[in-house]
């Protein structure tokens, strides 16, 4: 079966912006700032921050009485005020306004396009400027064949996204992950014959510790050094070089799991929102849910794998059970009950088996797993087992 949808990727390159350019940055932070007041001002009136396409109703008389640039460009001008507000909502210190600071503006892909070895942007109409990039390079060669979804410029780079058709294919077998503190947990199903062909258990304890080491430094670094300037950059450097080893840890792993399954079509949870469901957990169940890059790992699987990349719901996962339907309780974190099976199986290999299960329902035909022959050769391997 053929997927065909797009993924977006970027290329980054130095640049030296004319003075037409450098007037229009400097227009737009303006804007953006006149946008983001705005944005403020209808939040107080109506309770809450309104749409790109709201603001622009409001600002677009004073947008074209103001500048004579393409109407196209007020587009981005909304979408990045809104986006300053929501983020100034959200992660404001002691800060009365939001401030627009940076000068950089988002171009639709109506604004540019590709002549030669340059992009082209449309200021005014009729009227262009051109940023040379580097067409020997190797990314630019590749992906210069497809269409432009955007372009960042600020005032020493410009960024082109590219929207490229992905045509991956699923693989000749479903692996089902579910991604832990300390592990991630694998079930392979060939969907060929609906056989469970393999369990296993991958442990990232390494990342956990890394990240424990890291908060523990960082509180010493609170606690001990007293000149804010320098504790600031102390701190600044202790994220730097954890995001680093981070970063690198998940590319091992990443790459060990897809050299290792080359074939298979890894089916992951859809987690957007999940650091929310801990709201009415423990602290120290937030604190190791905020640590773990779980996006960012499934990001690395997706690129690196050439095979397609199933994401399922995972609501029930871990409350329904995969064998019968029954209800699964947790009389212990590892623990899940099954009421109707009577089995007490380890939470999160159990929890692969849905997963991999509801990949296969995406992307070809589910079976009831009692009724396979290899339930009961692999039973075991799912089964909790107490520590003595």
């Known amino acids: 079966m053929e997927i065909f949808r797009f993924q977006t990727f970027s290329m980054v390159a130095l640049y030296e912006p004319s003075p037409v350019l450098m007037e229009y940055l400097y227009d737009m932070k303006n804007a953006i700032h006149e946008g983001v007041m705005n944005a403020e001002e209808l939040r107080i009136i109506n309770g809450k ?36 507000l929501r983020s100034f909502r959200k992660n404001r210190k002691k800060k009365k306004e939001p401030e627009v600071k940076k000068l950089s503006m988002r ?9 030669d070895s340059t992009i082209r942007i449309t200021i005014k109409p009729g009227e262009y400027e051109y940023i040379p990039v580097n067409s020997s390079n ?22 082109i996204s590219f929207s490229i058709p992905d045509k991956k294919t699923y693989g000749n077998s479903i692996i089902g992950a579910d991604l832990n503190f300390n592990t991630i947990d694998l079930t392979t199903i060939n969907p060929a014959d609906n056989q ?38 102390k701190l600044k450097q202790a994220r730097g070089r954890q995001r680093k080893i981070i970063k690198d840890a998940m590319h091992k792993t990443s790459a060990k799991l897809v050299k290792d399954n080359p074939e298979a079509s890894f089916v992951f949870e859809d987690l957007k929102g999940i650091r929310k469901s801990g709201d009415d957990k423990g602290k120290k169940f937030r604190t ?15 690129y690196k794998s050439e095979r397609k990349i199933v994401y399922i719901n995972p609501r029930g996962t871990s409350s329904e059970c995969p064998v019968c339907g029954g209800k699964l309780k947790h009389p212990r974190w590892k623990i899940s009950r099954c009421t109707n099976c009577g089995q007490d199986y380890n939470r999160d290999r159990i929890a692969s088996l849905a997963i991999a299960l509801r990949g296969l329902d995406l992307c070809g035909e589910p079976f009831p797993v009692s009724a396979s022959a ?3 050769s692999m039973k075991d391997e799912y089964l909790y087992i107490g520590h003595t």
Not at 60 to 81: E, G, L, M, Q
Not at 138 to 159: A, G, M
Not at 200 to 211: E, W, Y
């Open 374 to 376: 290899s339930w009961q």
């Open 196 to 233: 469970i062909t393999n369990v296993d258990t991958v442990h990232v304890k390494n990342i956990a510790k890394i990240q424990n080491s890291f908060s523990r430094r960082r509180q010493k670094l609170q606690k001990h050094v007293r000149n804010p300037a320098k504790r600031s950059r």
């Open 138 to 159: 190797k990314k630019w060669i590749y992906y210069s064949k497809y269409k432009i979804s955007e372009v960042l410029i600020t005032d020493n780079i410009v960024s």
């Open 288 to 302: 190791y849910l905020n640590r773990w890059p779980y996006y960012q790992f499934q990001k690395m699987v997706e």
């Open 49 to 84: 921050i309104p749409s790109p396409i709201d603001l622009r109703k409001e600002i677009k008389p004073w947008f074209d009485s103001t500048y004579d640039y393409a109407r196209h460009h007020i587009n981005p001008v909304c979408r990045s005020s809104i986006a300053i």
């Open 107 to 115: 171009l639709d892909s109506e604004l540019v396009k590709i002549v």
